[in-house]
T-cell receptor, first 112, second 109 residues
Framework: EPEVTQTPSHQVTQMGQEVILRCVPI?????FYWYRQILGQKVEFLVS????????KSEIFDDQFSVERPDGSNFTLKIRSTKLEDSAMYFC??????????FGEGSRLTVL | AQRVTQPEKLLSVFKGAPVELKCNYS??????LFWYVQYSRQRLQLLLR??SRESIKGFTADLNKGETSFHLKKPFAQEEDSAMYYC???????????FGQGTELSVKP
């Protein structure tokens, strides 16, 4: 069964460094998402992406964040200059039709 | 504003007992509601959606528009039901699925 895959599974970085989290969505899916979960808190929506552009983003998704689908298969989340509070689990998801999302296993980001 | 509320952070029951995980939502349009589950060390996955009105792993959920609720129920809990359960609301403006806080269900033997 096809799955959403994410790399890396865990990344440790210094504050101020740039981080890129990578995702390979399920191949025939059209909608792509990033969510994050700070330890002990709920899963929070960051951004949705459809037809090669952002369709919706949350207030968390400020100018430090960007997403890209560089080659038709990968879907990346870039954090330009990481802050301590960016430490979280980041989940990528994709869907063919809206509503039922398929999630990756997550990338744990630790900012020191 | 759209919101999903799960009032219980932790629900602990014994095997064989009935379970109800509460979910309330706030949405001015016609809601599309889901329950997602995350078993230990596994990814978030869809459990059920209100549109299909199905029962998955013995769980059911009924949308009550009057009470703006979508509670998840199972008559007889099993140990393998222990997991985090998230109620989620999807709305079509840009395609956004928002989650409640999650409820950890612990089923004791």
């Amino acid at each position: 069964e096809p799955e959403v895959t994410q790399t890396p599974s865990h990344q440790v970085t210094q504050m101020g460094q740039e981080v890129i989290l990578r995702c390979v969505p399920i191949s025939n899916h059209l909608y792509f998402y990033w969510y994050r979960q700070i330890l002990g808190q709920k899963v929070e929506f960051l951004v949705s992406f459809y037809n090669n552009e952002i369709s919706e983003k949350s207030e968390i998704f400020d100018d430090q964040f960007s997403v890209e689908r560089p080659d038709g298969s990968n879907f990346t989340l870039k954090i330009r200059s990481t802050k301590l509070e960016d430490s979280a689990m980041y989940f990528c998801a994709s869907s063919h039709s809206t509503g039922e999302l398929f999630f990756g296993e997550g990338s744990r980001l630790t900012v020191l | 504003a759209q919101r999903v509320t799960q009032p219980e952070k932790l629900l602990s029951v014994f095997k064989g007992a009935p379970v109800e995980l509460k979910c309330n939502y706030s949405y001015s349009g016609s809601p599309e509601l889901f329950w997602y589950v995350q078993y230990s060390r596994q990814r978030l996955q869809l459990l059920l959606r209100h549109i299909s009105r199905e029962s998955i792993k013995g769980f059911t959920a009924d949308l009550n528009k009057g009470e703006t609720s979508f509670h998840l129920k199972k008559p007889f809990a099993q140990e393998e039901d222990s997991a985090m359960y998230y109620c989620a609301l999807f709305y079509n403006q840009g395609g956004k699925l928002i989650f409640g806080q999650g409820t950890e269900l612990s089923v004791k033997p």
